[in-house]
């Protein structure tokens, strides 16, 4: 089966620029994670689905984030106006909560470059 | 929050050494996992381990819940094995240590 998918790899845009990221996790998983990296803070979760619906939106750094999951194979996480600051990785992990391991597993991450 | 420490923050190896990664948290946990983030920034499962000793091939690792710290064992390392090692605790906040990075050396 193929792992989690993201795209772009890498973006790189203008700062007031709208920004989407998209992530298709792995089949059958029932929940889908949001991370961002950066070498500040390190890896922190930005918000959380389960079953499509937003759980835990609390590490959102701000309005201008919003992350939605339209069904159970895709998810967007848009950044709008985008800042210099908002430069980092971003990471969507996805696990089934139906297994007895309770393991995320991660995508390739999504190199967001704010000029 | 639960907070969670790594050490060494740095650890440089030659070829073949064996090393130890420790990992501190400060709450009773019912998750922990071993991560590795290779060079090219790719996050890896290591170990799912909330409790107890599991190995994979030069890996182990050993998590002592009663006592709020987990112990990654790398043997006979290669250089394959550069990267940064994250342990992360939580059920679905999953919160990451700052992270162990490994050199190893030919």
């Known amino acids: 089966d ?7 790899r890498h973006e790189v845009t203008e700062m007031g620029q709208e920004v989407t990221l998209r992530c298709k996790p792995i089949s059958g998983h029932d929940y889908l994670f ?8 390190g890896l922190e979760l930005l918000i959380y689905f389960n079953n499509n619906v ?27 106006p985008s800042e210099p600051r908002d430069s980092a990785v971003y990471f969507c992990a996805s696990k089934d909560s139906k297994r007895d391991q309770d393991t995320q597993y991660f995508g390739p991450g999504t190199r967001l470059t704010v000029l | 929050g639960i907070q969670v420490e790594q050490s060494p923050p740095d650890l ?11 990992c501190n948290f400060s709450d009773s946990v019912n998750n922990l996992q071993w991560f590795h983030q290779n060079p090219w920034g790719q996050l890896i499962n290591l170990f799912y381990i909330p409790s107890g ?13 009663t006592e709020r710290y987990s ?18 605790v939580g059920y679905n906040d999953m919160r990451f240590g700052a992270g162990t990075r490994l050199t190893v050396k030919p």
Do not use: H
């Open chain 2, 71 to 88: 112990l990654l064992y790398i043997s006979s390392s290669q250089t394959t094995d550069s990267g940064v090692y994250f342990c992360a």
């Open chain 1, 34 to 41: 949001w991370y961002r990296q950066t070498m500040m803070r």
């Open chain 2, 53 to 65: 000793t599991k190995q994979n091939g030069r890996l182990s690792a050993t998590t002592v819940a």
């Open chain 2, 12 to 22: 440089i190896l030659q070829e073949g050494a064996n090393s130890t990664l420790r």
């Open chain 1, 54 to 80: 937003p759980i835990d939106d609390s590490g959102m750094p701000e309005d201008r984030f919003s992350a939605k999951m339209p069904n159970a194979s895709f998810s967007t996480l848009k950044i709008q």
């Open chain 1, 2 to 8: 193929a792992g989690v998918i993201q795209s772009p």
